[in-house]
């Protein structure tokens, strides 16, 4: 019983040296320059953010689309390197207007099957106690239920801004760059 005893004595040892030679911990390392520590509520809003976004878009549910955005709130799309256009978030959510004769709208792809937009990752930085920024990559895939086929659209990234007002976090501006680092 004793061997055992010291045996998890060292191995007690061992880790909490271990943590100690990897520096500052979880809560300082989550602080920013100016020294803001996030909390859990903010963690838990900007993330409600981004997800009233994706889940808004998907379900063609405008009043969850609009709880990720404030009124003013702008969407920078970059389809192609060196291109660029701004407008109101709102226009986002909109399908284009029909085109001459009829017919299905096409999409990225050429047909008119509706997307799937899948988030991947998010990485968030909390600047101060009102603003946050948020990278994130996305990719879009057009499944065709005829074909019984799926076609993956091209990969892209979102660059958000997101700013708290009256303790809720929401997108300011939104950075869309398709296809390109």
């Known amino acids: 019983?004793?061997?055992?005893?010291?045996?998890?004595?060292?191995?007690l040892l061992l880790a909490s040296g271990a943590v100690r030679a990897q520096g500052p911990g979880p809560a300082a390392a989550g602080a920013n320059a100016s020294g803001f520590k996030p909390t859990v509520d903010d963690w838990v809003g900007v993330n409600a953010a981004v997800d009233n976004y994706t889940l808004g878009l998907e379900r063609h549910d405008m009043a969850q689309f609009d709880?990720?955005?404030?009124?003013?709130?702008?969407?920078?799309?970059?389809?192609?390197?060196?291109?660029?256009?701004?407008?109101?978030?709102?226009?986002?959510?909109?399908?284009?207007?029909a085109p001459p004769g009829g017919g299905p709208l096409p999409n990225a792809i050429g047909n008119g099957n509706p997307p799937w937009?899948?988030?991947?990752?998010?990485?968030?930085?909390?600047?101060?106690?009102?603003?946050?920024?948020?990278?994130?990559?996305?990719?879009s895939v057009y499944p065709d239920l005829k074909t019984k086929t799926t076609i993956v659209g091209l990969p892209g990234h979102y660059e958000d801004v997101l700013e708290k007002r009256k303790g809720e976090w929401r997108i300011l501006q939104r950075t869309t760059v398709i296809g390109a680092k």
Not at 67 to 92: L, N, V
């Open 67 to 97: 709880r990720a955005f404030w009124p003013e709130a702008t969407i920078i799309a970059q389809p192609e390197p060196g291109k660029s256009f701004t407008m109101p978030y709102r226009a986002a959510a909109m399908p284009p207007p």
């Open 117 to 139: 937009h899948l988030s991947l990752s998010h990485h968030f930085e909390f600047q101060s106690p009102t603003r946050a920024t948020q990278y994130g990559y996305f990719v």
């Open 1 to 11: 019983m004793r061997h055992l005893t010291g045996m998890v004595g060292a191995c």
